[in-house]
């Protein structure tokens, strides 16, 4: 599976967008581009995928770049509750290789 | 909205115990998986399951582990004699084929003494 490369933090405002940005410049054609978040040691949470179109979901919106080397997580409208770690994960076969993430913190 | 469940929230076991997590995965999931979370460290795969058998495993995934979905309904992992690192959280995960998505449970926290 290709890797992936995540800011380790961001900081957001209440009520602002969060803008998470991931690299994977080592995508393969057949490859999805998955985000899950984890909220302190719950089971991580799904939150959206694609393979090259733009996706949008009640969750959060997902915009990959026209070579797929990149791609961004858009939370229209962060909460405190969106306070998570972020993880960008590109896959092609059964399993989710999870990298450290990038630890949002959403600020009031 | 279907979830997966697992069981118990949290074990406690003495060196060299067996132990069994168990998860109900979404009914119509053919695909499951466990994950591990040592505290302070990234989630790991563990194994993945389809048809009845081991489709992937991890290096982790030694033969102190096995895994079986007895009935229609539960799948399990078992830990035949565990040790002091396999302290962690144990996600299963259930999805309706490859490259989907895979959905978690809220976990096992699994602590060795």
């Known amino acids: 599976d290709a890797k992936t490369t995540q800011p380790p933090s961001m900081d957001c405002a209440e009520g602002r967008a969060a803008n998470l940005p991931c690299n994977h410049s080592?995508?393969?054609?057949?490859?999805?581009v998955y985000w899950y978040r984890q909220i302190h040691s719950q089971g991580p949470q799904y939150i959206i995928h694609?393979?090259?179109n733009n996706e949008t979901n009640e969750m959060a919106s997902l915009i990959i770049t026209e070579d797929r080397k990149s791609s961004t997580l858009i939370l229209p409208h962060a909460t405190l509750r969106d306070t998570a770690v972020y993880y960008c994960?590109?896959?092609?076969?059964?399993?989710?290789?999870f990298g450290a993430g990038t630890t949002v913190t959403v600020r009031a | 909205e279907p979830e997966v469940t697992q069981t118990p929230s949290h074990q406690v076991t003495q060196m060299g115990q067996e132990v069994i997590l168990r998860c109900v995965p979404i009914s119509n999931h053919l695909y499951f998986y466990w994950y591990r979370q040592i505290l302070g460290q990234k989630v790991e795969f563990l194994v993945s399951f389809y048809n009845n058998e081991i489709s992937e495993k991890s290096e982790i995934f030694d033969d102190q582990f096995s895994v079986e979905r007895p009935d229609g309904s539960n799948f399990t992992l078992k830990i035949r004699s565990t040790k002091l690192e396999d302290s962690a959280m144990y996600f299963c995960a259930s999805g309706t084929g490859l490259q989907e998505t895979q959905y978690f449970g809220p976990g096992t926290r699994l602590l060795v003494l």
């Open positions: 994960i590109v896959i092609n076969d059964y399993k989710l290789s």
């Open positions: 080592t995508i393969s054609g057949n490859e999805y």
């Open positions: 694609g393979l090259k």
